[in-house]
């Protein structure tokens, strides 16, 4: 059974950084697209990042351009979300997220593993 378990959460000072984790397990995800969503309070479930396991082509939501970078070890199964200049508005809990897309897509709907989520809050 699919696995996905994201870690690297906490609370940082507006400015800083963090690093999220989301380790695979459970079965192959060759030829899928592993992505990053977050989640505020009170609003819906929005994309951020995602990239595609083969060969590591990237996607980014307008609002984290220039400041978060995906990445993958495959030998670890890992996809990594680091996240730079944080800001109050990127409080949220953040979920890792699989499907079988072969292009890193943002549309929500087409990922079928979802992990629990870990959540991060950025202070002013």
């Known amino acids: 059974q699919a696995q996905l378990v994201e870690s690297g959460g906490g609370l940082v000072q507006d400015g800083g950084s963090l690093r999220l984790s989301c380790v695979a397990s459970g079965r192959a995800f060759i030829g899928h697209t592993l992505g990053w969503f977050r989640q505020a309070d009170g609003k819906e479930r929005e994309f951020v990042s995602a990239?595609?396991?083969?060969?590591?082509?990237?996607n980014y939501a307008d609002s984290v351009k220039g400041r978060f970078t995906i990445s993958r070890d495959s030998a670890k199964n890992t996809v990594f979300l680091q996240m730079n200049s944080l800001s109050p508005q990127d409080t949220g809990v953040y979920y890792c997220?699989?499907?079988?897309?072969?292009?890193?897509?943002?549309?929500?709907?087409?990922?079928?593993?979802w992990g629990q989520g870990t959540q991060v809050t950025v202070s002013s």
């Open positions: 990239i595609t396991w083969n060969n590591g082509n990237m």
């Open positions: 997220a699989a499907t079988a897309a072969s292009i890193p897509t943002s549309r929500r709907e087409l990922y079928r593993f």
